[in-house]
């Protein structure tokens, strides 16, 4: 006998293992749409030149690799909550606001999980989109809880399915917490309008449920980090209690950096202050201190005026030139005869195309044309450059024909 005799095997990360196999491929026209990671026009990973030139800032004051405090880098905290809620609102709520630093989105969203368990006098539901993000389940249910699914999408009206979603909030159990992805929801790529948001705020504070926003493309989506945030502003504003999961993953390209905080907006000062210090004894027992060097690159951006505006060029970069192939896939589409209609990725937004292709028609790309993508057809279109996307395109219009 072991002692690991429950230890029975999981099958490895199905994103994981996609983009391993695309890295043994050796065909040279092979196209990795699968892990949502930004590439420029030339298939390569991209350092931001607002990145690039804050680590020489940051290297010519001579970095040290000292700890930092539990709660993370003070000035990094302040100021990428400050991003999120605007000048304005910060400024009126700035003491209501617990906020800790966090291992990348990931990790924001399991300190978000720990202290709901922590600090919730019941353990509430969590109510999750389907489909979502993958690890969304898992991180919840790992840690004991119950999780709702929804039907976000209706699948073949191509749209938001607001009869379920609304209905599903009308209905919930007061004090439950609902996953909201602030902007470009992963995967299906549509996003509930301005007018939608202030409706789902509404039901979200008469039904007295907790939003919890997952903030992974904050800039990244638009190209606007106060477009992207409205959502969370909004329901910041209403003046109920919210969290917000904040990743620099995507908007600054700091993946492997491992670099996010978790915020939470809260009634008063005193309710602040005590769930900063539950925070801080969540992270203490679970990394004692978040990584350093992430963190220190963020603030050096966000602190100085003109790194901040070279950064906000960035992003439009990244947003315009995934926009430009989001077009360019379709129109290739279209001439390619693929049968079907296609409008649908014109009108999705974010990194990711939802193609809405049948497994048989997935696995027959990469077996047949080399084309890697998750499973349910979501596509990340910044795999796509102009020397690929037409053979792309005309792949999937032979494996539909
Ligand atoms: N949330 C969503 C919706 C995502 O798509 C991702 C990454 O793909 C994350 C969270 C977490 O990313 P990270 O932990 O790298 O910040």
Redesign the pocket.
């Known amino acids: 006998t072991s002692i690991f005799d429950a230890a029975t095997y999981i099958l490895p990360d199905a994103i994981f293992a996609l983009t391993e196999e695309y890295h043994k491929d050796r065909y040279p026209k092979k196209v990795n749409l699968g892990q949502?990671t930004y590439r420029d026009a030339f298939g390569n990973p991209w350092v931001l030149p607002s990145v690039q030139t804050g680590r020489e800032k940051l290297a010519s004051q001579g970095l040290n690799h000292e700890y930092l405090p539990i709660l993370g880098h003070e000035k990094f905290r302040l100021e990428a909550t400050k991003l999120a809620l605007g000048d304005q609102l910060f400024a009126s709520l700035r003491d209501q606001v617990a906020v800790c630093q966090s291992v990348?989105?990931?990790?924001a969203?399991h300190l978000a999980g720990l202290l709901l368990r922590r600090g919730c006098k019941e353990r509430p539901t969590v109510i999750i989109p389907t489909p979502t993000?993958s690890?969304h389940r898992q991180v919840f249910s790992s840690l004991g809880f119950d999780c709702h699914p929804f039907s976000y999408y209706d699948e073949a009206k191509k749209r938001i399915d607001w009869e379920c979603y609304l209905d599903t909030l009308k209905r919930a159990r007061s004090g439950s917490v609902v996953i909201l992805?602030a902007c470009a929801h992963?995967p299906t790529g549509f996003d509930p309008t301005r007018e939608k948001w202030i409706e789902i705020g509404c039901v979200v504070k008469n039904r007295g449920l907790f939003p919890l926003f997952?903030a992974?493309y904050l800039g990244f989506n638009s190209g606007s980090i106060d477009d992207d945030a409205f959502s969370i502003r909004h329901f910041t504003a209403l003046g109920i209690e919210v969290g917000v999961c904040l990743?620099f993953?995507k908007n600054m390209g700091l993946?492997g950096e491992r670099v996010?905080c978790l915020f939470i907006v809260s009634q008063n000062v005193a309710i602040a202050r005590n769930v900063q210090s539950v925070l801080e004894m969540l992270q203490r027992s679970e990394i004692s201190n978040p990584p350093a060097y992430g963190s220190k690159i963020v603030a050096t951006i966000l602190e100085d005026e003109a790194l901040r505006r070279m950064w906000y060029e960035d992003l439009r970069t990244m947003s315009l030139r995934i926009k430009s192939m989001r077009q360019a896939l379709y129109e290739h589409l279209i001439q390619a005869g693929a049968p079907g209609l296609w409008e649908h990725l014109i009108q999705q937004t974010g990194m990711f195309g939802f193609l809405g292709l049948p497994l048989e028609t997935v696995n027959r790309l990469k077996e047949r044309h080399h084309i890697y993508m998750a499973s349910n057809s979501r596509i990340s279109i910044a795999g796509l450059n102009p020397n690929n996307v037409q053979y792309v395109a005309e792949s999937i219009a032979k494996c539909l024909k």
């Open positions: 949502g990348s989105g990931t990790g969203l993000w690890n992805h992963n997952d992974a990743s993953a993946y996010g």
